[in-house]
């Protein structure tokens, strides 16, 4: 399930951007303090052990916590579905 920024058609027929993660509690994995690999869903690609990154989640979902690339999080709003 990808879970980031989708568009959504309204009633009348324009389009509407939402954020899942806009009110997602987030905080920062120091490199030491990452141990394990992670997929980051921004990108599908590895987050090896020993790099930093962003852990986001959700509020109203604490189970689909996700641990993103920095980048990833932080251009999440400007990259395409999909992508």
Not at 22 to 43: H, L, M, N, S
Request: aromatic share 8%; hydrophobic share 35%.
């Amino acid at each position: 399930m990808r879970l980031s920024v989708t568009g959504i058609l309204t009633a009348m027929g324009t389009r509407r951007t939402i954020d899942f993660w806009a009110d997602a509690e987030t905080r920062f994995v120091q490199p030491y303090q990452a141990t394990k690999t992670y997929v980051c869903p921004g990108c599908n690609r590895d987050i090896p052990p020993g790099t930093g990154h962003v852990v986001a989640v959700p509020a109203e979902a604490v189970d689909l916590r996700r641990h993103w690339h920095r980048g990833c999080w932080s251009g999440r709003a400007t990259r395409r579905p999909g992508r």
